[in-house]
C-alpha cells in the first residue's frame, strides 16, 4: 500500500536517464541495516546533488539518525551501496575514512560537546585535531565562528559547556559544525529543545551558515517549521523506506497521505498507531 505512493528518492531531481546531470554530492543505493531482528533500513534510495539543502523527516525511531550515521562510517551498512562525491565509501577505512571525514561537518543530535573542554576549544576541534593546525590559529577561527553563530566569542570563549543555556549550546555545535568549511553538513534535529524563537534563529544561521559555505546539507528534523525554512527538497523515511521525495514547494500537495498525516501530526491516518510517531504524537495532542 505504502507504494502506491512511493517516490524513489532523486526520481524527480533531475538525475534521470539523460546522464547530464553532475554526479550528486551524497548517493545511497538500497541500503539496509538491521540491530539483530530489528530491520530499520529496509532499502534506503536517496541523493543529495552538490549544494543542495535536504531534509529527512519521519517519525522517532524510524532510523533517521542511523541513516546519517551510515552515511558518516560511525556504522556499517549490510547492504547497498553509498556514494559520496562519485566514490564508493560504503566499508571504506583507515586513511581514506579519515580524509573522507575532512569533507563533513556535523551538528549532532543535542550538540553532543566534549564537557571538559571549553568553547572555543570544542569549536576548534577538528581544526587542532584533524586538520593538525596550531592552537593559536585555531582560536583565531573559533573566535570568528562563534561570533558567526551571534555569540560574543568575549564573553563565552573560554566559558565549558556546562555553562551555557541549551540555545547557546546548539550554536557552539554549529559553529563547531562550521569551523572547518566543509563541504558538506549534517544537522540532526538542530532545533530538538529550543523554544520557538532559538529554533527560528538557528534556522536562519544553518540558511547562512550553508549558503556561505556554498555547501551540501543533509539535515533530519520533525520540527517541520524547521524543515520548510532549511530545505530546498524534503525527503521523508517510513518503515525503512524512502516513501516520498519533492521539492518544498510540492511539499503540501504531497498527494501522499502518509507525508499529508506526518506533516499536520494528526493522530488519524495510516502511519500505524503502533508506531513511536503517533505514541508521540499521541501523548503531545
Ligand atoms: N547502535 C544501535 N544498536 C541497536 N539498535 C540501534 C542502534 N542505533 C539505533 N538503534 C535502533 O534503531 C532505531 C532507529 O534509531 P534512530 O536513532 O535512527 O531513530 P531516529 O529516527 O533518529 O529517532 P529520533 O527522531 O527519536 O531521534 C531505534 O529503534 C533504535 O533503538
Ligand atoms: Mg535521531
Not at 123 to 139: D, N, P, T, W, Y
Not at 192 to 200: Q, S, V, Y
Request: aromatic letters at 4%; proline letters at 3%; a negative charge.
Amino acid at each position: 500500500m505504502i507504494n502506491d505512493n512511493k517516490v524513489a528518492a532523486g526520481e524527480n531531481a533531475g538525475t534521470g536517464s539523460s546522464g547530464h546531470t553532475a554526479t550528486p554530492m551524497i548517493r545511497m543505493s538500497n541500503v539496509k541495516k538491521s540491530f539483530g531482528d530489528k530491520h530499520i533500513l529496509r532499502g534506503i534510495d536517496l541523493e543529495v546533488k552538490k549544494g543542495e539543502s535536504l531534509v529527512v523527516i519521519g517519525g522517532s525511531g524510524t532510523g533517521k539518525s542511523v541513516l546519517l550515521k551510515n552515511i558518516l562510517g560511525i556504522l556499517e551498512p549490510d547492504e547497498g551501496t553509498i556514494e559520496v562525491d562519485g566514490h564508493v565509501t560504503t566499508h571504506m577505512r583507515g586513511r581514506a575514512r579519515v580524509e573522507l571525514m575532512h569533507k563533513f561537518g556535523m551538528l549532532f543530535q543535542g550538540a553532543a560537546l566534549f564537557d571538559s573542554l571549553p568553547v572555543w576549544e570544542n569549536v576548534a576541534f577538528g581544526l587542532i585535531h584533524g586538520e593538525k593546525m596550531s592552537k593559536g590559529q585555531a582560536r583565531e577561527i573559533a573566535v570568528e565562528k562563534i561570533n558567526a553563530v551571534g555569540l560574543s566569542a568575549q564573553r563565552v570563549a573560554d566559558l565549558y559547556p556546562a555553562e551555557l543555556s541549551g540555545g547557546m549550546q546548539k550554536r557552539v555545535g554549529l559553529a563547531r559544525a562550521i569551523a572547518t568549511s566543509p563541504e558538506i553538513i549534517f544537522f540532526d534535529e538542530p532545533t530538538t529543545g529550543l523554544d520557538p524563537i532559538m529554533a527560528d534563529v538557528i534556522n536562519d544561521l544553518i540558511v547562512e551558515s550553508v549558503k556561505g559555505l556554498g555547501a551540501t546539507a543533509l539535515s533530519i528534523t520533525h520540527d517541520m517549521a524547521s524543515a520548510r525554512k532549511i530545505a530546498d527538497k524534503i525527503a521523508m523515511i517510513y518503515e525503512g523506506e524512502i516513501i516520498w521525495c519533492g521539492d518544498i514547494k510540492d511539499l503540501d500537495n504531497s498527494g501522499n497521505p502518509y507525508v499529508e498525516q506526518f506533516i499536520h501530526g494528526r493522530a488519524e491516518g495510516p502511519i500505524s498507531k503502533h508506531s513511536d510517531f503517533a505514541k508521540s504524537a499521541k501523548s503531545k495532542a
